[in-house]
C-alpha cells in the first residue's frame, strides 16, 4: 500500500514568491494535516483538513494556506515567502473520522527560501 | 514552558545497550501518545503508538505511558547502528486531530 506522498520533494524559491506543495494521503485517508519543521522550533502543526473543511489552524500567519479536494488531496501554499519560511513541510494523513487514529508522515518537501 | 518536553540528546551508546528515551508534557489532556523515528532528511516514521497509560511492547521496542506523572518513555532493547535516528515523541487530545511533538533526541549506536 502506497504511502503518504508528497511533490516536490526539494524546492528553491526567492524571497517575495509563493509556493504550492502537494501531498497525496493513503488511499482511504481522509484527513490530511500540514506541519512545518525547523531546526529551532522543531515540528508546528499549520492546519488540518478532513473531507475537504479545515477542522483545525495552528498559529501562522494567513500567508500560509491550505485546502483539501474531493478526493482527499491536498495543497498548501505560502505567499510573499520570506526567508525563514525556509524549512521542511510534512503532510501527513490518517483515516481521520474521530480523534486518535494512527496519523503517517510523507517524506516531506524541502524549501529553501533565498 | 513548553506544552511537550524532550531532552535533545545526543545520546550515545555502544551495539546491543538499551536505549532510554522519555518526555515529559504539561496538557492532561494528552489520550494518545506515539513514538516516531525519523532519519536524516526522511519525513517521520510512526514506531509505537498507546491510548492512555499502559505499556505497549513491539518487538525490541517498549513504550510506557505514565498519565499521573504525565511522562512517557521508549525503551529500544539490542539497540543496532541502524536505530542511529531522531526520535520525536507525539501526543494529541481526545477529540483534537492536532500532534504535538517533543523536540526530539538524537541518538547514535555505536558499532
Known amino acids: 500500500k502506497a504511502g503518504v506522498t508528497q511533490t516536490p520533494r526539494y524546492l528553491i524559491k526567492t524571497r517575495g514568491q509563493q509556493v504550492t506543495l502537494s501531498c497525496s494521503p493513503i488511499?482511504?485517508?481522509?484527513?490530511v494535516s500540514w506541519y512545518q519543521q525547523t531546526p529551532g522550533q522543531g515540528l508546528q502543526f499549520l492546519f488540518e483538513y478532513f473531507s475537504e473543511t479545515q477542522r483545525n489552524k495552528g498559529n501562522f500567519p494567513g500567508r500560509f494556506s491550505g485546502r483539501q479536494f474531493s478526493n482527499s488531496r491536498s495543497e498548501m501554499n505560502v505567499s510573499t515567502l520570506e526567508l525563514g519560511d525556509s524549512a521542511l513541510y510534512l503532510c501527513a494523513s490518517s483515516f481521520g473520522a474521530s480523534s486518535g487514529n494512527t496519523i503517517y508522515f510523507g517524506e516531506g518537501s524541502w524549501l529553501t527560501v533565498v | 514552558q513548553k506544552e511537550v518536553e524532550q531532552d535533545p540528546g545526543p545520546l550515545s551508546v555502544p551495539e546491543g545497550a538499551i536505549v532510554s528515551l522519555n518526555c515529559t508534557y504539561s496538557n492532561s489532556a494528552f489520550q494518545y501518545f506515539m513514538w516516531y523515528r525519523q532519519y536524516s532528511r526522511k519525513g517521520p516514521e510512526l514506531l509505537m503508538y498507546t491510548y492512555s497509560s499502559g505499556n505497549k511492547e513491539d518487538g525490541r521496542f517498549t513504550a510506557q505511558v505514565d498519565k499521573s506523572s504525565k511522562y512517557i518513555s521508549l525503551f529500544i532493547r539490542d539497540s543496532q547502528p541502524s536505530d542511529s535516528a531522531t526520535y520525536l515523541c507525539?501526543?494529541?487530545?481526545?477529540?483534537?486531530?492536532?500532534?504535538?511533538f517533543g523536540a526530539g533526541t538524537t541518538v547514535t549506536v555505536r558499532a
Open positions: 488511499s482511504g485517508h481522509r484527513s
Open positions: 507525539a501526543m494529541i487530545p481526545e477529540a483534537d486531530y492536532k500532534l504535538s
